[in-house]
């Protein structure tokens, strides 16, 4: 049968939420199945919850100790974002070894292919030479995504390796004196590179895991925000590694 995890009401007291947290984690240390008897899924448990405790927050008026200077829509945003790393970074212990063995078999295939091509070099990938520049700190930081324990984390984490490859291309182009207005990277060029750091992060790489913990837990809205076209950035990148592997379409992969 279905396990019904119970959510916190809103007129209950505080620890009422670490009270869920635990009661969700002994699902997934002790079911046999873990999460995957939770009706309707865990994700939207989690998100249940996530909500509740929002508004519960915003109706005491704790939220404005996390942004007093800030204006009502951003302190809900920030109160919304504190929430859920709070949750997911108590969730991850169980939540994140669930999504990698139910998507093992993928992630097994991918780690394939990325050993096959960890010695590609930016040319084998069809980067333009101009942009052709070492990404040793970008590669570094798509190595931290795995161990990250939050969404938000693993996107900051994401965002950072980003603006590392912006940040060697310019310096490569500002060494060689090259013109930096005929060489301004279109997101195509920068998803070969995210791409390329991929490849050169691995072993240290869980990347079809890390983006559907993203997607299927991250609850505070970033279609229209940077982490957004950071994060699709990534998904493209994804993409391309699946239809290398005879996948098919990538995003109902990452479901």
């Known amino acids: 049968s279905d396990v019904h995890v119970p959510l916190l009401d809103v007129r209950l007291p505080e620890h009422e939420l670490d009270l869920f947290i635990a009661e969700l984690n002994f699902v997934g240390r002790n079911a046999r199945d873990g999460f995957a008897r939770i009706a309707p899924s865990v994700e939207a448990c989690v998100m249940a919850q996530w909500h509740r405790a929002v508004e519960a927050t915003l109706a005491s008026g704790a939220g404005a100790a996390l942004g007093h200077a800030l204006e009502p829509e951003q302190q809900q945003l920030q109160v919304a974002q504190v929430l859920e790393s709070y949750m997911m970074s108590r969730l991850h212990m169980t939540v994140y070894p669930w999504l990698q063995h139910a998507h093992r078999h993928d992630d097994a295939r991918l780690t394939e292919l990325l050993h ?48 590392h490859v912006n940040r060697a291309v310019q310096r490569n182009l500002d060494a060689r004196g090259g013109n930096v207005e005929d060489n301004q990277m279109a997101t195509d060029d920068l998803i070969e590179q995210v791409i390329y750091a991929v490849t050169q992060a691995y072993p240290h790489v869980s990347l079809l895991t890390d983006l559907r913990y993203i997607k299927r837990f991250h609850f505070v809205a970033v279609s229209t925000s940077a982490l957004g076209f950071v994060l699709s950035n990534f998904e493209v990148a994804a993409d391309s590694f699946l239809a290398k592997l005879g996948a098919g379409a990538g995003a109902s992969r990452l479901s």
Request: hydrophobic share 45%.
């Open 116 to 163: 096959a091509m960890r010695f590609h070099t930016q040319d084998d990938l069809g980067i333009k030479p101009a942009y052709h520049c070492p990404l040793d700190d970008a590669v570094a930081e798509v190595r931290k995504i795995a161990a990250a324990t939050t969404p938000l984390d693993k996107l900051l984490c994401m965002k950072r390796a980003c603006a």
